[in-house]
C-alpha cells in the first residue's frame, strides 16, 4: 500500500495521507514530530529531541518516553515495516522526506530561489507570481502553538525568512508599478512588524506613488515616534532623506527605492550585532548600482548606530559594576 503523506509546519503542524488527515495526538508526539521535520533528512540526537519536548526540565524516563512516542508516530506513518519514514539509528532519529512537495518548508524554499533566480533575469511579474505562490504556503507561525526553547532559534529563523520573501516581494510589486493594489498589505504588515525599516520605506513610497503624499509623510512621523520612544534612537539618516525626498517631490512617479529591485538578502548571520528582538534591517542591494542607494545606506547607517549603542550599554554596565565592588565608591 503506498502513502503519500504531506507534512506542514508553516503554520500549525498538518499531516495528511492523500486526502485523509493523520492525527498526532499528545503534544510530545506533536513537539518530537516538529523537531524532526526542522532537521528534515538529518539524524537528530536523542538528546536533543528531549531538549525540545522538555526544555529544561526532562523527566527521568525522558529517554524512554521518546522511544514510545517514536514507536507511536512510525505506527501512523507507515504502510509496512519497512515503509515507515522514520529511521532509528543507535541513540538517533531521521525522518526521511524525498519529495520536495511533501514538506511545505522544501516547497517553500524552492519557490523562493525560482523566484529570486527570476529577478536576477528580471523577468518580474514571474518573479512576483512565484513569491506570491511560496507566501501563501504560510498559515502561521512555524509549528504554532508548540512552543520549544530548544527549538526556537530554527523556528525564529524560518519565521525571519518569510518576512525577508515578503519584502521582496514588496520590492517587486514596486517596481511593476503596482502601488495601489500593495498599500494594504503594506499597512498590516507593518503594524504587525513596526521596527522592519525596509517595509516602513516601502510603504512610505507605495503611498507617495498612489498619490497620498501627506499619508506617507504621515507614515514616516509615526515611525519616527516609534523609534524613539520605544527604541530610544532615530531611525538612520537615509530614512530621513526619504522623507525629505517626499516632502518636496522630488522622487520619479516609478521610483523604487533602489530604481532596481532589490537583490536577494545575504544568508542570516544568527544573532547579528546583538540588535534588539524583531528590528530588520535593510536587505543588502547590488554593489554595482549606478547611483547610491539610500535604503542601503539607511541599513548599514542604523547598523552601525546600533553597534555603538550596544558597545556603549556595555561599557556603561561594566563602570557601574566596577564602582559597585570598589568599598566607598
Sequence with gaps: ????????????????????????????????????????????????????IWDDAPPASAHGQVRICVSGLRRLLRGREHDSVIETHPSCYRIRVRDEDALDLFKFEKLVAQGRSMVRENRLERAEGLLKAALSLWHGPVAAGLDSRALAPLVVGLNEDRLTVKEEYFDIALKLGRHQQIIGDLTGFVAE????????????????HSGRQADALETFRTVRTRFSEDLGIEP?????????????????????????????????????????????????????????DPLEQLRLENDLLRVERDELRKILSLWLNSNERVPGA
Design 1 to 52: 500500500m503506498r502513502h503519500d503523506y504531506v507534512f506542514r509546519i508553516l503554520g500549525p503542524l498538518l499531516v495528511t495521507d492523500g486526502d485523509e488527515q493523520i492525527e498526532i495526538s499528545g503534544i510530545r508526539r506533536q513537539k518530537l514530530l516538529v523537531a524532526l521535520l526542522l532537521q528534515t533528512n538529518q539524524v537528530v540526537t536523542l538528546g536533543r529531541l528531549v531538549d525540545a
Design 193 to 208: 512588524n513596526p521596527f522592519r525599516e525596509r517595509a516602513c520605506a516601502q510603504l512610505m513610497l507605495a503611498l507617495y
Design 236 to 292: 538612520a539618516h537615509d530614512l530621513h532623506v526619504l522623507h525629505q525626498s517626499i516632502l518636496v517631490g522630488r522622487l520619479s512617479p516609478v521610483a523604487t527605492p533602489a530604481g532596481n529591485v532589490l537583490a536577494p538578502p545575504p544568508p542570516r548571520v544568527p544573532g547579528r550585532h546583538g540588535r534588539p528582538a524583531g528590528v530588520a534591517l535593510l536587505a543588502r542591494t547590488s554593489q554595482n548600482s549606478a547611483t547610491p
